[in-house]
C-alpha cells in the first residue's frame, strides 16, 4: 500500500512537471514565446525576409536552451517587409504589450534584434519604442548583416541583373526592384520615401529613424567575405549589408552613442547545412551574446 501511494504521488508529481513544462513554451501563429523560470531578460527577433520562426530555429543556433540563462525568448513571424510604415510600428507595439501583458512577462532588460530584412524592422521598431515612451523599452539591439539603406539596395539589385553573374542574385534583384518601385517609387526621381523607409539612408545622413537609439547597447554583425562576394555576387565591399552598416554606425557615434559595437566576423557564415554563407544567423556567437545581454 505504501509503494502504491508513492507510485501514485511519483506519477502525479511527473505529470505536473511535464504540464508546466509544457506551459513555458507558448505557439501562437505570429510568435512564440518560450518563457525562462528565472527570467533575467527578454529576447526579441524578428526573422529575415522570406523566413519563419521555424527557420530562426533552425538557422540562429545560439538560441538553444537560452532558457536555462535567464532569457525568455519571443521569436517572431513579421516577415516579407524590409520598413515599417508608421502605422505598422503603432501595431507592432500593441501586439508585444499585448503578449507581455497576456503572458505576465516582466518588461525588463529587453533586447531586440533581427537578422537581414528582420534587422531593418528591429531598428524601426527599437527606435519608435524609445521615442514614444512605450511601455517596452529595448535595453540592446542587434541586426545581423542588415540592408539598412534601401537606396543603396534598390540601386545594388540593379547591378546585380547587369552583372547577371548569379543566378540568385539575379533573381532576387529583379525582385527587389519590382518590389521597391510598387512601393517607394525610383529612389532616383524621388528620394523621400527612401528617407523616411530606410533606418539610414547614407546619401542624406538621415538621422530620424535611429536618433534614439544612442543611449542603448548597440551591435551591428557583419561578415564582408569579399573573396567570397567577389567569385559568388561580383560585388565590392560598397555594395554589402556591411557598408550600411559601418555608415550608420559613424552617424550613431557622431550622435554619442557610447556602447555602440561594429563586428566583422571572421569564418562564422555557415547556414544551418554548413554552407559558406557569410549572409547568415550565424555570425553571432553565443556565449557573447549571453554575456552582452546579462551584464
Not at 170 to 175: D, K, S
Not at 263 to 268: M, Y
Not at 284 to 295: A, G, P, S, Y
Request: glycine share 4%; aromatic share 10%; hydrophobic share 35%.
Amino acid at each position: 500500500m505504501i509503494h502504491t501511494k508513492r507510485l501514485v504521488g511519483g506519477l502525479f508529481a511527473f505529470f505536473f512537471l511535464v504540464n508546466c513544462h509544457a506551459t513555458e513554451i507558448i505557439k501562437e501563429k505570429q510568435y512564440e514565446l518560450n518563457i525562462a523560470t528565472k527570467q533575467k531578460a527578454v529576447l526579441i527577433l524578428f526573422p529575415c525576409f522570406p523566413c519563419n520562426i521555424e527557420n530562426t530555429k533552425n538557422e540562429a543556433k545560439f538560441l538553444k536552451n537560452l532558457k536555462a540563462e535567464g532569457i525568455t525568448t519571443l521569436l517572431l513571424n513579421y516577415n516579407l517587409k524590409l520598413y515599417l510604415s508608421e502605422s505598422e510600428k503603432k501595431e507592432y507595439s500593441l501586439a508585444l504589450n499585448s503578449i507581455f501583458d497576456r503572458n505576465k512577462i516582466a518588461k525588463q532588460n529587453i533586447f531586440i534584434g533581427g537578422f537581414s530584412s528582420g534587422g531593418n524592422l528591429a531598428l524601426l521598431l527599437s527606435n519608435y519604442l524609445i521615442q514614444t515612451k512605450n511601455a517596452i523599452q529595448p535595453k540592446g539591439l542587434f541586426v545581423i548583416d542588415s540592408p539598412l539603406d534601401l537606396e543603396r539596395l534598390y540601386i545594388g539589385a540593379q547591378d546585380d541583373v547587369k552583372k547577371n553573374v548569379s543566378e540568385e542574385a539575379v533573381e532576387e534583384g529583379n525582385y527587389l526592384i519590382q518590389l521597391l518601385n510598387n512601393d517607394l517609387g525610383n529612389p532616383r526621381t524621388n528620394i523621400e520615401p527612401y528617407k523616411k523607409a530606410s533606418p539610414y539612408l547614407i546619401s542624406c545622413n538621415s538621422k530620424e529613424n535611429i536618433e534614439y537609439l544612442k543611449d542603448i547597447k548597440i551591435r551591428f554583425y557583419c561578415e564582408p567575405d569579399l573573396d567570397w562576394y567577389l567569385t559568388n555576387k561580383n560585388r565590392t565591399y560598397e555594395e554589402l549589408n556591411a557598408f550600411h552598416l559601418e555608415k550608420a554606425y559613424d552617424s550613431l557615434l557622431n550622435l554619442g552613442a557610447k556602447k555602440i559595437e561594429f563586428i566583422k566576423t571572421s569564418n562564422r557564415g555557415f547556414d544551418a547545412k554548413g554552407n559558406k554563407k557569410p549572409h547568415s544567423w550565424n555570425l553571432v556567437e553565443r556565449e557573447d551574446l549571453i554575456k552582452w545581454i546579462l551584464n
